[in-house]
């Protein structure tokens, strides 16, 4: 199996005078996609349908084979205004086949926004995060974070969630998906970073 610094060499942008193939490139990385299994949900046809759309030079995330697959909306406003519990049941099924059951609910004792996630309560959002903080994209972030905890104490899967284009925004998405293939796009070079995921990450 290809290390995540070996990945990042073979995708990593050259010169200009190593005449680089934009073609090359774009096949390459429908290959490393493929290995780090960003299509193992579809049929057979249409992973390699999709494998040969990238290799041709389309986008990988298509949302008309990934959408509520592994491509979940996730809106930052409607997460920061109380959404957080409805979003992670959108998720629930993709995460059990990854052997993460999910169990949510919203604690409405408090004056923090707080969810219970498998039975453990996790603040969205206090007070202050809403006055001074980026409230809609630490409600995106925060959850699904605790989400990448559970799988990876599940150990079943090498998926995480990956947030997409504006962290936050209202045309924000997750994307459950290996890492190895986030750093494939982004070594690339063929995008820009709003169009690259990035791992759901809190501390």
Known sequence: MTSEGETAGRFRPKDSDDDPSRDERHR????ALNHYGLWDHLPAEQRGSAMADVAAGSYPLHLGLLLEQIVFW????????GGVEEFLRTLAPALARCGVVLEVETIRDTDDYTVSINGTRYVVLK???????????LATVRPLAVVNRLLAAAGRSPLRVHTLHTTGGNDGLAVLMDPRA????RASGLFSEHNVPKPAEWE
Do not use: F, K, Y
């Open 182 to 185: 986030a750093e494939a796009m």
């Open 74 to 81: 996730a809106d930052g406003e409607e997460l920061a205004e």
């Open 28 to 31: 390459v990385l429908a290959e």
């Open 127 to 137: 007070p202050e995060d809403r006055e001074h903080g980026d409230s809609w994209a």
